[in-house]
């Protein structure tokens, strides 16, 4: 017979940037993060996995194509949860033997993957959890997030629906360092985020080889997770809590910035943000200098895409701004897309 299990996960955006890496192996992060999962109605991978007896070979097939599973995170994953489903089979000798089948994996992005926006999250984030539903794992969400996190650092984030933190923890081991929910999206559901794609080309440096060229050449990086990073992980918390949107926009901006500033001090430096990306941020500042308040946020990941965080009542007024101004930069792709937050269950 066949097992069947299937889930979504959404993308989620950073507000507070994880950049370096303390293990590579264990993708053990040199400061604590935030950030907020998108709805699973925008950008959201869904994955279906099967097992049984008679397969033959552990099989991957993401958006129709079949991909290897060779990786080392993979694999690390793969690793994790069997061992996991293995103890459950160990202590209740009824279970089927699902340690020891493989599995058949079939992965589905609703946006391009080649859009530069990050799929890695939301892919071993649904890799993951799918996975555990079908072996019925009873560990949390935040026990799960730790083998996420081994599939790509960010992806230990998707597990949570709204306004997650993921823990640096203190362990060599790692067992410490997981995701766990700050705010569900319900306590604060007026945030909306908007994405404006200024480039679909995929991105030049790769977070991971970025990161670690950052913790090895940059001096400013040090003073970043030091005295930095810190601070900002616990007002930003707060600022989510309180619902206080003029300080989680400043802390979010700051924070972009902050992170593309060891990028530039890596050695040789690294570029992520074009010359769209850094118009997109005068418009926003020009945005909150005209209506003298802080009423939209800029973030940027890997890339040059901008992100937008704001309240559903100023949406029109924004959007209205920047359809007219962004008319005025070149290279703008005049696409955008406009997820609605929701929490992801
Ligand atoms: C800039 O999670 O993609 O988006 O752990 O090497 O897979 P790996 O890196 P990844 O890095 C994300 C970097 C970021 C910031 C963030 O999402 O916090």
Redo the contacts with the bound molecule.
Sequence with gaps: SIHIASTTAPV???TL???G?RDADL?LPTNS?I?VTLSQDDLRTLTSVATSESFNKDTLWINGKEESLDSK?TQDCLKDLRSLREEMEVNDKSLPRFSQWKLHIVSENNFPTAAGL?S??AGFAALVVAIAKLYQLPQSMSELSKIARK?????C?SLFGGYVAWEMGQLANGEDSMAVPVASMDEWPEMKAAILVVSDVKKDTP??QG?QLTVHTSDLFKERINNVVPRRFEEMKTAIRNKNFKEFAELTMKDSNS?HATCLDSYPPIFYMNDTSKKIIRLIHSINEFFGEVIVAYTF??GPNAVLYYLEKDEAKIFAFIYTLLKKVEGWANKYTEPELQSFE
């Design positions: 989620n955006i950073a940037k994880y950049w890496k993708n993060s950030s995170r990050a890695s999250a599939g790509s650092g960010s992806a984030r977070s991971t990161m992170f990941d890997a």
